[in-house]
């Protein structure tokens, strides 16, 4: 009897079948479009923030400017096409005289005419001077101050950095007893895995992965070049969509709806963004299972990082019975409160 | 298999098809439960999807799944959905029982049995060797292939085989490694 020929056959045995199969890509595509969505709305939200963040830092920043009445810099500077025009445009507000001006407009000379306006501001034009840094900035060439573009190359790299599978080099290291500590002790000394093990994770491995294009984000990109306007955090898009609604304990949940599990597995909170409904539900046992008959409802389930796909169970005795859709069954809740 | 292009979300579709089976097995021969083969197999694909990357190859491809299968099980060891399960979920599958009333012959039966020792003989082994052990019996990967797909070094890949082996041979005596 040769090992690899019923080794292989046993294997076989547990492959997954059709349907398992079929559940399983159902479930990625669901998650998938499940974290498109949460992505959409979470950039729209903080876009519109964004959006008003800075309107509001502009408002500021002109306010005094327009309290006072006084033109900007650039106007003033626009203003003053010529020394004389300066000169007479100040003369009366400071008392300030500047015969010197006239002459130096006329001169073919090598200062330039906003260091001799520069000059002009530190020589005596008191409320309305400049202070010391917009002269600095008026001197320097257009490059100076401005923060450098990240390189498209950079780009690429902190694209790359934010793999979320790269996540797991930290577990790894949290772990107890690492298989390649275990490792470590397979091999003659100073062969140490972890030593010299040039990649840890799965994006490490010998043939480096390539990203296609620096600039490309590792997530599925979710279009948000239509969000400027301030402050509209619903979505026309999203109120397209058809959402399969269900309620369950007086709460209408759509199929947008989502649920927190705590890290004792002992509350549950379910929460849908777009109807607003909220519910709070303790476990109530691990070993009632569902009535025949039940309603059910598909919505996500987070454990801290971790989420899955979720298959509620609900009746109209205020009980909800959780199954992950691969058929895990986590308990029944009652609900406790809800809002 | 249809010639998939190198690009991750391209080829989205085709590569679940093609690989989620090999991904299922392998998480199931370090976890030795389904549901939890299930679970390691959907998040897999979801990294894969998220990660978006273009392969150089379809080995490279190969074996960054195989990568990111390994190192999904390690986490849910310690995850709260491994520590938290119901004891008896009552929506399991079919049971090791039921499964062998449907081998009606002898022969068949004969041959069920076996085949399940071999299984319960390899699920005995540690998770690591259990993995070189898959990898190499059922995927026909060689030594530098599991070495650059696991990122174990190829003398240790050799010694857990090795190991594997002997550990095996007295539950499995009729059998020739």
Known sequence: ?339 | MDAMTLKAVDSFEQAMEFYMPMVYRIAFARLGSADDAEDITQEVFLRYYKADMLYESEEHRKAWLIRCTINCTKTLFGSAWFRHRAADTGLENMTEEEQLQHDTTAEAAENALRRQSVLDAVMKLPEKYRTVIHLFYFEDMSVADISAATGIKETTVKSQLSRARDMLKPMLKEVDF
């Open chain 1, 1 to 339: 009897m040769d090992f690899r020929e019923e080794y292989k056959k046993a294997a076989e045995e547990f492959s997954p079948g059709s349907e398992a199969l079929e559940r399983m890509k159902t479930n990625v595509r669901g998650r998938i479009s499940s974290q498109k969505k949460s992505l959409g709305k979470i950039s729209r939200t903080w876009g519109a923030v964004a959006a008003c963040a800075v309107i509001t830092v502009s408002a500021i920043a002109l306010a005094p400017l327009m309290k006072r009445g006084l033109p900007t810099k650039n106007a003033m500077m626009q203003d003053c096409d010529s020394a004389a025009a300066c000169a007479e445009s100040y003369n009366g507000a400071s008392g300030f005289t500047a015969p010197s001006f006239a002459e130096n407009a006329n001169e073919p000379s090598d200062n330039g005419i906003i260091n001799d306006n520069a000059d002009m501001f530190h020589d005596g034009l008191s409320g309305i001077e400049p202070t010391e840094k917009e002269c600095a900035v008026e001197n320097q060439p257009d490059d100076m101050g401005l923060p450098e573009a990240p390189s498209a190359s950079n780009a690429g790299v902190g694209a790359g950095r934010d793999d979320p599978a790269t996540e797991e080099i930290d577990e790894a290291a949290d772990e107890p007893a690492t298989e390649e500590n275990e490792i470590a002790e397979d091999t003659v000394a100073g062969e140490s895995d972890d030593a010299e093990d040039p990649y840890k994770d799965e994006n490490d491995i010998p043939d480096t992965p390539v990203t296609e294009e620096s600039d490309e984000p590792d997530l599925p990109v979710v279009d948000e070049t239509e969000e400027s306007d301030c402050p509209v955090v619903e979505e026309t898009e999203e109120e397209s969509e058809v959402y399969l609604n269900y309620s369950f304990l007086g709460e209408d949940f759509t199929e947008s709806a989502e649920a927190w599990i705590s890290e004792d597995f002992s509350r549950l909170t379910v929460h849908d963004s777009f109807t607003g409904a909220h519910c709070e539900f303790a476990l109530y046992s691990t070993e009632e299972y569902p009535p025949f008959g039940t309603d059910t409802a598909t919505m996500l389930l987070f454990s801290g990082d971790d989420s899955r796909l979720c298959t509620v169970l609900y009746n109209d005795k205020n009980r909800i019975y959780i199954t992950t859709t691969n058929g895990r069954y986590l308990g029944a809740f009652d609900r406790v409160s809800a809002e």
